[in-house]
């Protein structure tokens, strides 16, 4: 047998003579075989990928599809894959078109694919392309409150697991009802003030499967108490609701609000009254009186500035004898109680009328100092009338008193003046009965109620 390149040579020639000697009898001669090295040269170049399968990220429970493309008529196809980790390609079980769908999984995740494209027995093998299995992200260390000290630097952080994640830190201050987006790295940094303790903070984690948020957890950053905001005096009428409202800053706060009646007496606290706001009904009787808010928390405590309540007396609830009644410009307040006073009225002038059968003369010294400003004249600016327990109204009917208000004369800011108001009563209707003092120094007049007895 004649073997190698010199064999084939001599095979051709033989069959080149062979071809002579029968040309001449008229049979056909046979085109001469084409080198074995070039017909295959030729046939791989019949079959070329022109596009690869490329390798994509897939949501797991999808379906991706990989797709060849091939220059050649009647080529074949056979996909093979490679799981992540391993060396060895296998074929696809009835994958031999030039597309391949896969649906992605947890478990496919990582695995290569590539295809094995075929004309005859010419083959040609493309570029392997990678299935990434995008998982719904999971936390796997969820963050931790952080306590710490105004200035420094509290560290938010969470533990993942999953691909392309994305992390959007939310922050929701105390009082708020809406979260705010603060950070989107997977650790928080926070320099933590006063204005941020008791803040409310949570990661949302998330990609292109799915998103997921941690737990809420709390930045405490203690402080002891501060005053912010005083208590402010108010004045309201008896029946009006007086409010007093104070602020602090710190952490954990407890409020109490205290009441005294004097200087010269204790604080005392007053029940239920333990908001930043004490609301309460105004009785005369609580006129002047003052109040106060203790602020405490587990570092310390403050307590605020005194605030007055001013109580402007009604008829209903008049003031007590020997109580400041404060006016427009004017304070007054009644020495002593009222007194019947027909024989004194009748003494003090000879033309004073006598009174009927059944009333009397009533009357009371007043001591009444002008804080406005400038002067004011007493008797122009000062009123004095009895309301009797049949709610009339009575003066003096024109008479002349003792130490009558016309004597008291002309004040100045911050001086002060006496002088004895009188009215002409109905005798059964003097017990129970009320002063009214009207100043109308300036405007808005004002009028305070004394009880009479």
Known sequence: MLRGQGGRRAVLSIIVALGVAVGGAGVAVAAPVVDGGAAFGAARASVRITAHPRSVKVVSGRTTTFTVRATGSKLTYRWQSRVAGSTAWKFVKGATKST???RATSKGDGTSYRVVVSKGRTKVVSKAARLTTISTPRITTQPKAVTTSAGAVATFAVGTSGRDLKYTWQRKTRGASAWTSVGSSRALKVSATEALHGASYRVVVGNAAGKVTSRTV?????????????????RVTAGERA????AATGS????QWQKRT?????????????????AFAARTAMNGDEYRVVVTNGLGSATSALAYVFVDSTYVDPAAPETPVILTGWGVLTMGSSRHGTSEVLEENMFN???PAGWEYVLVDVLGCYYGTGSSTTWLDVDVEFIGSDGRTYDDGGNVMPDDIIEAGTVYSEGCTWFTAGALVPSD?????????????????????????
């Open 353 to 355: 009328d006598v009174p």
């Open 262 to 278: 004097a200087e010269d007496q204790p604080w005392t606290n007053v029940p239920g009254a333990t908001a930043a706001t004490y």
């Open 252 to 255: 954990d706060l407890r409020f």
């Open 243 to 246: 409010t007093f409202t104070a």
């Open 218 to 234: 709390v930045l405490s950053v203690p402080t002891a108490p501060r005053i912010a905001t005083q208590p402010v005096s108010v």
């Open 100 to 102: 391949l769908k896969v």
């Open 429 to 453: 209707v003097v017990d129970g009965g009320v002063w009214a003092v009207t100043d109308s120094s300036s405007y808005p007049y004002s009028t305070g109620y004394i009880r009479a007895f």
